[in-house]
Structure formats: C-alpha cells, structure tokens
C-alpha cells in the first residue's frame, strides 16, 4: 500500500473562499501529480512536479495553483473557489516513470 | 498521441462470475497499469504490467505489447470488485520530460448478489 496522503477528504465551502487541499507522500518520489475527476468521468492532469522547485501545467486549464517546496508535499490552492471547481482532486506521485501511486482524493463542492 | 480504448463500457456480472477486460493501445508503451475506482473514488493499484503476465490472488493481466493490447482477468467476482476499472499507459516516444499518463475511460462493473 502507497503511502500518499491527501487531506481533506471532503469539503463543502462557499464562493469566493481561498482553499487549499493538502498532498503528502513519504515515499520519497521525486514526481508528483494532481488530477481532477467528475464523477463517472476520465482523470484529467491539471499539475505536475518532476522535482522541488518544479511545477508544470498539464493537459486540463485550471485556475488552480501549486507549489514544490518539499519532495514529500504538493499542496494545491484556489484562490476563489467558484462552483465550477465542484469534482475529485486526486493526487499522486511515481519514482521516474515508473507506476503512479494515488491518494483518496478531496471531494470538493462549491455552493 | 497515443490513444487508449477500454472496453467493454459496462458489464454486470452475478457473484461468482468470470471476466475479461480489455485494453487496446495505440503505439508502444513504457508503462501500463490497472486501477481499480472504487465507490468512494479511491484509486487502487492492481497492476503495473507493461509487458507479460502477473498475478494477484483472483485478479490477473496480461499484457501484449507486441499487438498493443492489455487484458485484466477477474475470476470468481465478488460484490466488493464493483467500481470502475481504468487502464492507463505511459507512450513510449514522448520526449524527454512530456510523458504523462494517457488514460482510457474506463469500464463500470457492477457485481450483483
């Protein structure tokens, strides 16, 4: 079992909040990634990190933002969630190009 | 790019049936892996199989990268394989730093009592 931590489980906020959903691994993989999910529907790469200091936009626009101060954390932040933003964020992370481990995901929703 | 194409879309099986899913890609591949999406949206790794066959308990895939396709066996299913099944590939020719996951979109299995 991965150790990849992903907090909060769910959210519930209102528009125009500031939020930020939290990404842990003590793994020690140097690749981090964030993916956003509907329900029923395909993961979507928003963000990636092939290391600190590196942080990368991928296929999906997201209004979202990230950091990679540490290897082992790559926190997400909305500056204005909208109800748009409503889905699964799930992170994960993979030595190299090896396999990518998950966490449980944040179940967001904006009112 | 590459595209990936899972099929079937949906399948519903009564407790204590077999099943084969399927994976077909459109280049070479670095990287296959099986998750396994259940109900609470947690992503479960089943295998990571760019080559070959593995096994784990009931669960096993085969992968021909020869012909480009993958295949996840489910034997004698249970009501707790229910969820969505993805398979996902890593192309083989993107370079250097632009390699992602290409994911396909899935198969919904539900197993009934």
């Known amino acids: 079992e991965a150790d990849i931590y992903q907090t909060p489980r769910y959210l519930v906020i209102g528009t125009g909040k500031k939020i930020t959903l939290e990404c842990s691994q003590t793994?020690?993989?140097?690749?981090m990634y964030w993916y956003q999910q509907d329900p029923g529907m395909e993961l979507h790469l928003i963000h990636y990190?092939?290391?600190?200091?590196?942080?990368e936009k991928g296929d999906l626009s997201s209004e979202s933002t990230v950091s990679r101060i540490r290897t082992e954390h790559f926190p997400l932040t909305l500056e204005s969630a909208r109800p748009s933003h409503t889905s699964q964020y799930l992170c994960?992370?993979?030595?190299?190009?090896?396999?990518?481990?998950f966490g449980a995901g944040t179940r967001l929703s904006v009112l | 790019g590459i595209q990936v194409e899972q099929s079937p879309p949906d399948l519903i099986l009564q407790e204590g049936a077999n099943s084969t899913l399927r994976c077909n890609f459109s280049d070479s591949v670095n990287n296959l892996q099986w998750f396994h999406q259940n109900p609470w949206g947690q992503l479960i790794n089943l295998f990571y199989i760019p080559s070959g066959t593995k096994q784990n308990g009931r669960l096993s895939a085969t992968t021909v990268a020869t012909e480009r396709y993958s295949l996840l066996y489910i034997s004698s299913s249970q009501t707790t394989d229910s969820g969505v099944y993805f398979c996902?590939?890593?192309?083989?020719?993107?370079?250097?730093?632009?390699?992602?996951?290409?994911w396909g979109l899935g198969t919904s299995l539900a197993v009934n009592p």
């Open positions: 990190s092939y290391g600190v200091n590196s942080t």
């Open positions: 994960a992370s993979s030595v190299a190009w090896g396999p990518q481990y």
């Open positions: 793994m020690g993989h140097d690749k």
């Open positions: 996902a590939v890593l192309g083989a020719y993107n370079a250097g730093n632009n390699r992602k996951l290409i």
